[in-house]
């Protein structure tokens, strides 16, 4: 594949993230204005299942930001914005259940997340340095080819670590939408939106993956065209 049509497949997956972006804005902001039935807010819903899971240790907080929610394993919190912390809203039970989802794979031993951990500190030396390597690596590519080698190979480490990803997040939002039901927080007038408001999130780290793997092959591309020459 030529250069042009590298650059073709990059700027489309660009694009790709920026209207999936926007959309789950939308979604989100759409969702926000249907209640969930029983008026529980986005923190007591992280808390009901966290102990209908047994899991008491994890403790549920407010952070500033908008769509900011995550779960951190090492301070065993879950992390929710302020719409989500306070929301009573069908978008801020089925967030506010995602992040949840993530710390019973925690408390499971899910071996996916476990992976994924494990690669943590890899990935944070790789996203320090890689940028770097690599453009060093391209302006001595003809002459020292191995520094762009190594800087495709962390490279390589933060497209494999966004791929670990997608089964976490896939699981994840399993795990919310299978307790949502089941707990009685959606109803079958609802719980389709909470499922929409997970499928487009997850649909963010899909095509982040994709951007990932397509400027990765760029790199590879220019590695393998200085070895031609």
Known sequence: MTTTGYWG?????????????????????????????????????????????????????????FLSDHYNPEKKTINLSPEVYNGRSISSAAVAAHETGHAVQHATSYAWLGFRSKMVPAVSFSSKWV?????????????????????IVLFALTTLFSFITLPVEF??????????????????????????????????YVVAALGSLATLLYYVMIFMGARDE
């Open 9 to 65: 497949i990059f700027i489309v997956v660009m694009i790709l993230s920026w209207i999936v972006s926007a959309v789950l804005k939308s979604k989100f902001r759409k969702y926000s204005k249907i209640p969930v039935d029983n008026g529980m807010s986005g923190k007591e819903i992280a808390e009901s299942m966290l102990h209908h899971n047994g899991i008491y240790d994890v403790q549920v907080v407010s952070v500033p930001g």
């Open 131 to 151: 940028t770097w390597i690599l453009i060093i690596g391209m302006l001595v590519v003809t002459t020292f080819p191995g520094l762009l080698l190594a800087g």
């Open 171 to 204: 699981d994840a939002s399993r795990r919310a939408l299978a307790w949502l039901s089941s707990a009685g927080i959606t109803s079958y007038q609802n719980h389709d939106k909470a499922e929409d408001a997970l499928k487009w999130a997850a649909t963010t």
